[in-house]
């Protein structure tokens, strides 16, 4: 079975200051990985997946995330953080094998300080 | 098509009573997933649909719950006789193309349930 793990819950930041928020992940084969957003109330947007190839991956908003195969993580990283990223970040795999159905961790509440 | 579309944004009921909320997918999508998300949580797997066949349903999913999707186009998810736990906000989404229809995969807006 799939499990993806967040290990932190709340993360404080400043504005301007780098940010990684931390996605490991539970699968047998190769997995299919996703970063996505939530603000408050809203749906889920998607900010970036990784499927194969280059493990280093781009998404919007200037955000990226790199899997690491050997760590099972899939970690979420944005160089300067802008107080419009404050939101709750939700990282998910996805398999074939399961209906391609995600499964989702528990979420990182970003807050960004002025 | 501008996306995946949750019909109503948001209910309040009261508990004991029945609501019904609707998903319009992606039109070309073959695949489409209900979730549910409680305060705090991330998104748990309910059901999926392939076309109009319903082929896996979460233990999450109890006997007060169904889920259809006529002609495969848009589906719908009841809740009978709501309770308090049912508090929820329920997404919908849809897929198509390939890794099983991973490349494609879109998220609605949801639908918020409120059970007083």
């Known amino acids: 079975a799939q499990s993806v793990t967040q290990p932190d819950i709340h993360i404080t930041v400043s504005e301007g200051a780098s940010l990684e928020l931390r996605c490991n992940y539970s699968?047998?084969?190769?997995?299919?990985l996703f970063w996505y957003v939530q603000s408050p109330g809203q749906g889920l947007q998607l900010l970036l997946k990784?499927?194969?190839?280059?493990?280093l991956v781009q998404g919007i908003k200037g955000f990226e995330a790199e899997f690491k195969r050997s760590q099972s993580s899939f970690n979420l990283r944005k160089p300067s953080v802008h107080w419009s990223d404050a939101a709750e970040y939700f990282c998910?795999?996805?398999?074939?094998?399961?209906?391609?159905?995600?499964?989702f961790g528990e979420g990182t509440q970003l807050t960004v300080n002025p | 098509d501008t996306g995946v579309s949750q019909d109503p944004r948001h209910k309040i009921t009261k508990r004991g009573q029945n609501v019904t909320f609707r998903c319009d997918p992606i039109s070309e999508h073959n695949r489409l997933y209900w979730y549910r998300q409680t305060l705090g949580q991330g998104p748990e797997f309910l059901t999926y649909?392939?076309?109009?066949?319903?082929?896996?349903k979460s233990r999450l999913l109890s006997d007060r719950f169904s889920a259809e999707r006529p002609k495969g186009s848009f589906s719908t998810l009841e809740i009978q006789r709501t309770e308090q736990g049912d508090s929820a906000m329920y997404l919908c989404a849809s897929g198509e193309g390939n890794r099983g229809g991973l490349e494609g995969y879109t998220f609605g807006s949801g639908t918020r349930l409120t059970v007083v």
């Open positions: 699968y047998g084969a190769t997995p299919y």
């Open positions: 990784y499927f194969s190839g280059d493990t």
């Open positions: 998910a795999v996805g398999a074939t094998t399961s209906g391609s159905r995600l499964t």
């Open positions: 649909f392939q076309n109009e066949a319903q082929l896996e």
